[in-house]
């Protein structure tokens, strides 16, 4: 089992940015990828962002050049710093782990892009 917590969400104008923040209760190195989600208004899930364990990353066509994932192994923390943030990047963002017995999902953080 593994407990994922996100934050850093919030209400920001279009063109503003936003790091989100997830924390995990085990070492992130002992999972096989840890993943960003998100689900807008009456949309399904989809991915946002994805980091390996060995620091390999994969974005989404839709956040390439605006999004970037990175981790802090020390602190079992994945981050998202999103910028030139869009109106329909808004949605709850869901941190995701890729593990044996999982996958684990985080309860999610609503982000709201005002234009």
């Known amino acids: 089992q593994v407990q994922l917590v996100e934050s850093g969400g919030g209400l920001v104008q279009a063109g503003g940015s936003l790091r989100l923040s997830c924390v995990a209760s085990r070492s992130i190195f002992s999972m096989n990828a840890m993943a960003w989600h998100r689900q807008g208004p009456g949309k399904e899930r989809e991915l946002v962002a994805r980091?390996?364990?060995?620091?390999?990353?994969n974005y989404a066509e839709f956040v390439k050049g605006r999004f970037t994932i990175s981790r802090d192994i020390t602190k079992n923390t994945v981050y998202l710093q999103m910028n030139s943030l869009k109106p329909e990047d808004t949605g709850v963002y869901y941190c995701?782990?890729?593990?044996?017995?999982?996958?684990?999902w985080g309860q999610g953080t609503q982000v709201t892009v005002s234009s």
């Open positions: 980091i390996t364990r060995t620091g390999s990353t």
């Open positions: 995701n782990a890729e593990e044996v017995n999982g996958p684990y």
